[in-house]
């Protein structure tokens, strides 16, 4: 019979085995490192978290008889961050949610290979925001004013609007620097502004919104809470209450620049990663991306609407809105002034003095993103 001290002694030996060779594992180069996949595929938290990979991932598997892979790293950003760290020995096949915030700096970084895919002509040219492709569209969608029906009967109508009195403590805002929601926002009033930051207002904003949150996850936890009847989200957040709540008690609206109502445009991409291990079948992917089969999957899913012009919608986003007009900031402008707009806006909000303006230091901001990395994204990754 094997005594039970033999059998700890064995036990102790193969814990130690495998923590050796745990450790061995994770200090060999990523190329080292086996792949699981036939097709490595990076993308946002939401691509998996919100159903898209589920409801997608499975069929190009069928189609091609192969496996894919999908490593998810918090929000757009910290996806394309982690493809120029790894730029001389990529991972990836194929990258996700490159917007067009982000272009210009995934072109710097030459992360991507050209590829136009053979199901282009589905996509108006007024979303084909890279004429070179190295990032093709893959969908597209607005940030909003969304709000509750019960309490406003008409929401503000123009920026100057969000800054007067009778909306004192009743918008919840979100931070540029933690919150993809809250850059777009950013640049939104930025691209209303012929793509200046206005200081002035900025200081004025932040006094009369009821708080400036680190994410759009708090900020609509508190709009849905009822602590304040105006939040910035998005423009297919109604047809999200319709579809699973069967409520029409939320609105979203866009604010009057030059008499139209003007939206800031967010157009996702994709594209093939230079030097992809698997170039002919990323190729295919980003194909089967913007086909029909995939597109009418991104509604429900993405709650963004798909890029291909032969997806259907479903009925519930007849509740979503749309602006008159589309507002964009150029990627050569929008790379050149980012940071210096970031810093701006700090000094901004710093300078009202509010209690509601945030103040964080650098390294509450790399905590923030971490944490992200190592957590979750927000809802819109992005």
Not at 32 to 49: K, M, R, T
Not at 51 to 65: D, H, R, S, V
Not at 85 to 104: C, F, R, T, Y
Not at 187 to 202: G, P, R
């Amino acid at each position: 019979m094997i005594s039970l001290k033999l059998v700890k002694q064995l036990l102790s030996g193969f814990a130690v085995l495998l923590l050796m060779s745990t450790i061995v594992y994770a200090s060999m180069p990523a190329s080292a490192q086996s792949s699981n996949g036939d097709l490595v595929i990076y993308a946002y938290d939401s691509f998996a978290s919100w159903g898209l990979k589920n409801a997608t991932i499975p069929e190009f598997e069928q189609m091609y008889g192969v496996h894919v892979e999908v490593r998810t790293y918090g929000d757009s950003g910290q996806v394309l961050g982690k493809a120029i760290m790894e730029k001389k020995d990529p991972q990836a096949d194929v990258i996700i949610g490159v917007d067009n915030s982000l272009l210009q700096k995934a072109l710097d970084n030459d992360v991507f290979e050209p590829y136009t895919p053979e199901n282009m002509s589905s996509i108006p040219k007024e979303l084909d925001f890279d004429p070179s492709h190295h990032v093709v569209p893959f969908d597209y969608g607005y940030v909003a004013l969304v709000y509750n029906k019960s309490q406003v009967s008409q929401p503000p109508q123009t920026f100057d609007d969000l800054i007067k009195p009778e909306w004192k403590g009743k918008i919840i805002l979100e931070d540029p620097r933690t919150s993809s929601t809250g850059m777009i926002f950013l640049l939104w009033s930025i691209a209303a502004n012929d793509n200046h930051f206005n200081s002035s207002y900025w200081t004025k904003l932040s006094k009369n919104s009821l708080t400036i949150t680190s994410g759009w996850d708090s900020a609509y936890e508190m709009f849905t809470a009822g602590e304040a009847p105006i939040v910035v989200s998005y423009a297919t957040d109604p047809a999200y209450w319709v579809e699973y709540y069967n409520s029409t008690n939320y609105g979203a609206s866009f604010l009057k620049v030059n008499g139209k109502y003007a939206g800031y445009l967010q157009i996702e991409g994709i594209g093939v990663v230079k030097g992809a291990k698997h170039r002919e079948l990323a190729e295919r992917f980003v194909d089967f991306a913007i086909s029909p089969q995939f597109q009418k999957k991104i509604p429900l899913t993405n709650w963004m609407f798909p890029v291909n012009s032969n997806a259907a919608l479903p009925d519930c986003f007849r509740y979503a809105v749309r602006p008159e007009t589309n507002l964009t900031i150029p990627a050569k402008i929008l790379a050149e002034k980012h940071d210096e707009w970031l810093q701006e806006w700090q000094s901004a909000i710093s300078s009202g003095g509010s209690s509601n303006s945030p103040s964080l230091p650098a390294a509450w901001i790399l905590l923030a993103i971490l944490a992200a990395i190592f957590v979750t994204g927000e809802r819109r990754k992005r």
